[in-house]
């Protein structure tokens, strides 16, 4: 498996849609700075976690690039540097709600195809706690 099969698996909209395909930036933000979505090869591996300032215009996908680098690197890489846990604060109630309406679907759409991902048995234990007690708002 690799980031863009898993962000399209995460981002499908019901079942007879494939999900879309990730950005560039989303891209090298989930699997370091030579990631490309036309190259596999580069998709497999994950990144450092470290601070970055994320500067994208709205609707640009930041809650996915930032949601899903974190699920990509912490759930399904296991990698011990990036938290246990996702933090996610925005300004606005209605901001809020969408959000955890939001990754609720994606870990939903990752655990409903969890053949097609191959997880690791310590992964598909770690997204069904998630899917079950996430977010908390």
């Given amino acids: 498996m690799n980031y863009r099969t898993f962000f399209r698996t995460a981002t499908r909209a019901d079942c007879n849609q494939s999900g879309f395909d990730p950005m560039g930036w989303q891209c090298r933000l989930a699997c370091g700075e030579t990631a490309d979505p036309q190259n596999p090869e580069t998709l497999e591996d994950g990144v450092a976690c470290e601070p970055r300032l994320i500067d994208i215009p709205t609707g640009c996908g930041k809650t996915e690039g930032l949601a899903l680098a974190w699920l990509w690197n912490r759930v399904f890489l ?57 977010p908390i708002v």
Avoid: F, G, I
């Fill in 78 to 134: 296991n990698k011990p540097d990036w938290p246990r846990r996702l933090v996610y604060c925005v300004p606005m109630r209605t901001l809020v709600e969408q959000t955890r309406e939001r990754v609720a679907a994606w870990s939903k759409n990752l655990l409903a195809h969890t053949e097609e991902l191959d997880l690791r048995p310590e992964a598909l234990a770690d997204l069904r706690w998630l899917a079950k007690c996430s």
